[in-house]
Nanobody, 126 residues
Framework: QVQLVESGGGLVQAGGSLRLSCAAS????????IGWFRQAPGKEREFVAA????????YYADSVKGRFTISRDNARNTVYLEMNSLKPEDTAVYYC???????????????????WGQGTQVTVSS
């Protein structure tokens, strides 16, 4: 089992940057692929990015490709989401989540992740 805690959210102007962190507890953190999702008011939770347990592979949503970078430091039990060139439409609560398996179309599906953090708010002003 793994517990996840997000941090790093805040208010930023359009074009700015933020780095989100997802800190995990549990000695098996390095075994878990991690995903980032976001949910804006009145919208469904959507996939943002995912990274394999070793950090050697990743996926991105088309809407963030080229602007966001996911990475992990297994020695620190932490996954990061570096967000650049932020847009007002990136405003949402951002969640990190863990799952047991890597790869396949289910990597994009929130329902395939069994462990979730509480979320961190990101607000991008225009």
């Amino acid at each position: 089992q793994v517990q996840l805690v997000e941090s790093g959210g805040g208010l930023v102007q359009a074009g700015g940057s933020l780095r989100l962190s997802c800190a995990a507890s549990g000695r098996t953190f390095s075994s878990y692929p991690i995903g980032w999702f976001r949910q804006a008011p009145g919208k469904e939770r959507e996939f943002v990015a995912a990274i394999s347990s070793t950090g050697g592979s990743n996926y991105y949503a088309d809407s963030v490709k080229g602007r966001f970078t996911i990475s992990r430091d297994n020695a620190r039990n932490t996954v990061y989401l570096e967000m650049n060139s932020l847009k007002p439409e990136d405003t949402a609560v951002y969640y990190c989540a863990a799952r047991l398996l890597w790869g396949g179309s289910t990597s994009y599906q929130a329902g395939s992740y069994g462990y979730w953090g509480q979320g961190t708010q990101v607000t991008v002003s225009s």
